[in-house]
């Protein structure tokens, strides 16, 4: 079996400051871990992955995440909000089945103020 | 172009009716999925095709019934609509065969008002 945790429901920075969004997993196997982001009313974008290649995984727009298997954590950081990242936020882990069936964390709410 | 396509993107219907929400890739993709988002922006699979062939079904109302017509479609068919029903409904596809840890891609979404 195979569950994501995301720490905190709503994140609020301000523009220009860093970003922190914080993901748990739990996985009875090697992992592949993603972030998605979801602006409103919007599909969902492929932010980065992790699959068992370089521990801190570089994505679009600026956004990175560190793979810690000692914590098993998968935290989204990047050094600079800006406005247009202001979104829903998703850390999902894949099983490793042929089906590839995706576990979606409860989703962080990205707000980015003046 | 659009990699995975969906419609349509909002629909509002009566409880009771049958409706069907379309996709398709261009990817070349072996593997389709229908994931739902509820209200309170909670996604889980709901199906998965390879190949045209079920082989992900999520205890799902039998009342939803996905049709794959090819590997490049899959439909999805919802009969006697309920008030539940609102959800936002997203079709995706990935190259199962290509290895374990490939990247799911999503179409914008389907918006599914019930009243």
């Known amino acids: 079996a195979q569950s994501v945790t995301q720490l905190d429901s709503h994140v609020s920075v301000s523009e220009g400051t860093p970003v922190l969004l914080r993901c748990n997993y739990s996985?009875?196997?090697?992992?592949?871990l993603f972030w998605y982001v979801q602006h409103p009313n919007k599909g969902l974008q492929l932010l980065l992955k992790?699959?068992?290649?370089?521990?801190l995984v570089k994505g679009i727009n600026g956004f990175e995440a560190e793979f810690k298997k000692s914590e098993t954590s998968f935290h989204l950081t990047k050094p600079s909000a800006h406005m247009s990242d202001a979104a829903e936020y998703f850390c999902?882990?894949?099983?490793?089945?042929?089906?590839?069936?995706?576990?979606f964390g409860t989703g962080t709410r990205l707000q980015v103020t003046l | 172009d659009t990699a995975v396509s969906q419609t349509p993107k909002y629909l509002v219907t009566q409880m009771g009716n049958d409706k069907s929400i379309k996709c398709e890739q261009n990817?070349?993709?072996?593997?389709m999925y229908w994931y739902k988002q509820d209200s309170k922006k909670f996604l889980k699979i709901m199906f998965s095709?390879?190949?045209?062939?079920?082989?992900i079904n999520e205890t799902v109302p039998n009342r939803f019934s996905p049709k794959s017509p090819d590997k490049a479609h899959l439909n999805l068919h919802i009969n006697s609509l309920e008030l539940g029903d609102s959800a936002v409904y997203f079709c995706?596809?990935?190259?199962?065969?290509?290895?374990?840890?490939?990247?799911?891609?999503f179409g914008e979404g389907s918006w599914l008002t019930v009243v």
């Open positions: 995706a596809s990935s190259q199962v065969a290509a290895g374990l840890r490939n990247t799911i891609y």
């Open positions: 095709y390879n190949n045209k062939e079920l082989i």
């Open positions: 999902v882990v894949s099983d490793q089945s042929a089906a590839s069936k995706l576990t």
């Open positions: 990817l070349g993709h072996d593997t």
């Open positions: 992790y699959t068992s290649a370089a521990t």
């Open positions: 996985s009875s196997y090697s992992p592949s």
